[in-house]
């Protein structure tokens, strides 16, 4: 035996060593603070730390089986956003003619959203003199997600998605106690109305099976049943049927002040092709001159991760699905879940450790199925694409969004997507070590039969000490 291969012997010792203990030091970690947590006996757990630096697994306890990951899917949503919807949203795809214009709606959920107060594509319109036309033919989609609980079609976290959404296609009903005179005296009066204001049906319930201002919709139909309470104030925000374009159509129109049309063709063409050219409207630079009849013009809404932090900060399901369809739209043309995700599955994700079944963008589907290690994969990828202070940015810390109430301690040195369902905790990101090491995690605990609050400590207990510790 050579001095160079008795090294080279020597060499892999010390690394299989020391990643043995490694192993063994996070395996009883993980044992002291979750799986041997007798709450959390009867449970599906799966835990994967990952350290980038080395590029190898530290720890693995079942990290490759499969597992529902609630809104920790949110972080694969997220990835199609970033990698293709570039830094500032589309808002909407134009082309003009002689007395019209022609939009093609790209799925951007900020439109007169509460959350943004400039609207581009809002002052477009209004300055505009022409007719205006939206076009219908990118959707290729269903109002509501694969496998999602039909029964939670009235939750403002269940909202329908559309190819044009328009206040988040959330009305916000709203009971105020207004004083009114009656009979010299000024008395407190209930005064219910909606945020926008809507000419469709409303009718009113004495209170006898809620005990307070409840709002009920018709499941397939904009007609809403209305509890009055005794409260001074009480909102409740409840999803509209968007009923393809025409809900998001009628909204528009009284936002604008101006008649608009549904056509399903572009002007000149039989079919839905045309030469993209990026101008930028409301705060950018507009390109002069009239476009060429197969080129498009681009109105820029929001820069993209205006959205993003949002939709990871407070877990927002609807953000997350536009998101993915908008992507979708970007690279493909059409707006399709299932097209857009075996895209990703074949191109930019195909290397993931364990091939995912993914339903839908936000998660709210227990039909999706990932792995820990699929996490951590893609966490990594999204470091080294995007860049590390980026996901800072994005992704919650402790004390702050979805993780408000935990890993407040030292804070600084977690960012992670929470994730929750019935009988689901799952918590995956970056965590940094005492010591400055940055290390990639994902904990998915499924079918527990507990306080989810007890989860949540068990999985913090879990990272603190390996932040502490590693």
């Known amino acids: 035996m050579t001095i160079r291969m008795l090294r080279s012997l020597l060499c892999g010792s010390v690394i299989f060593l020391f990643s043995c203990s490694t192993q063994k030091k996070i395996d009883g970690i993980a044992k002291t603070n979750v799986l041997d947590n007798e709450s959390l006996k009867t449970a599906h757990i799966g835990i994967s730390v990952f350290d980038p630096s080395a590029n190898q697994y530290l720890y693995n306890h079942q990290g490759e089986k499969y597992f529902v990951p609630a809104s920790n899917t949110k972080l694969f949503s997220l990835y199609a956003g970033m990698k293709y919807l570039g830094d500032s949203l589309t808002g909407i795809r134009f082309i003009e003619k002689d007395t019209a214009i022609f939009l093609l709606p790209a799925g951007d959920p900020t439109l007169l959203h509460a959350d943004f107060k400039k609207q581009p594509v809002i002052d477009f319109l209004k300055a505009t003199k022409k007719n205006i036309y939206v076009v219908d033919f990118n959707w290729d989609e269903q109002a509501l997600g694969l496998g999602w609980s039909w029964d939670d079609y009235n939750d403002d976290y269940m909202v329908e998605r559309s190819a044009l959404p328009v206040y988040g296609n959330i009305i916000k009903w709203v009971e105020e106690k207004q004083k009114q005179e009656q009979k010299n005296n ?5 005064f219910i109305y909606s945020i926008p204001e809507v000419n469709w049906k409303v009718k009113f319930t004495t209170g006898n099976m809620q005990p307070g201002f409840f709002v009920k919709r018709r499941k397939d139909e904009n007609v809403f049943d209305i509890t009055q309470g005794n409260e001074t104030y009480k909102a409740q925000d409840v999803p509209f049927v968007t009923n ?12 604008i002040g101006k008649e608009i049309l549904i056509t399903k063709r572009l002007p000149g063409t039989g079919q839905p092709s045309y030469k993209i050219k990026s101008s930028h409207i409301g705060g950018m630079n507009m390109e002069t001159g009239p ?7 681009i109105i820029h ?8 932090v949002p939709m990871m900060y407070r877990s927002d399901n609807f953000f997350a699905e536009q998101t993915l369809l908008m992507a979708s739209n970007e690279k ?5 879940d299932q097209k857009i995700i ?7 994700l195909k290397e993931l450790p364990q091939t995912p079944y993914w339903a839908d963008g936000s998660g709210l589907s227990r039909f999706n199925l990932f792995s820990p290690n699929d996490f951590t994969w893609l966490l990594n990828k999204m470091k080294n694409e995007f860049g590390m202070e980026r996901m800072k940015r994005i992704l919650p810390t402790g004390g702050r ?3 408000r109430s935990y890993y407040k301690s030292d804070n600084n040195y977690i960012f992670a997507k929470t994730g929750s369902l019935t009988g689901v905790i799952c918590l995956s990101g970056y965590l940094y070590t005492v010591k400055g090491k940055l290390l990639i995690f994902s904990v998915l605990v499924n079918n527990h039969n507990t306080n989810s609050g007890t989860i949540r400590k068990a999985v913090e207990g879990f990272l603190l000490a390996l932040h502490k510790k590693y």
């Open 301 to 308: 809404s929001q820069l993209a991760d205006s959205l993003f």
């Open 332 to 336: 493909l043309g059409v707006m399709n």
């Open 186 to 190: 000024f008395e407190p009066s209930p």
């Open 291 to 297: 476009p060429a009849d197969d080129e498009m013009r």
């Open 401 to 403: 969004g979805t993780l």
């Open 342 to 348: 075996d895209t990703l599955l074949k191109t930019d």
């Open 244 to 255: 393809g374009l025409a809900s998001a159509i009628e909204l528009l129109k009284d936002t």
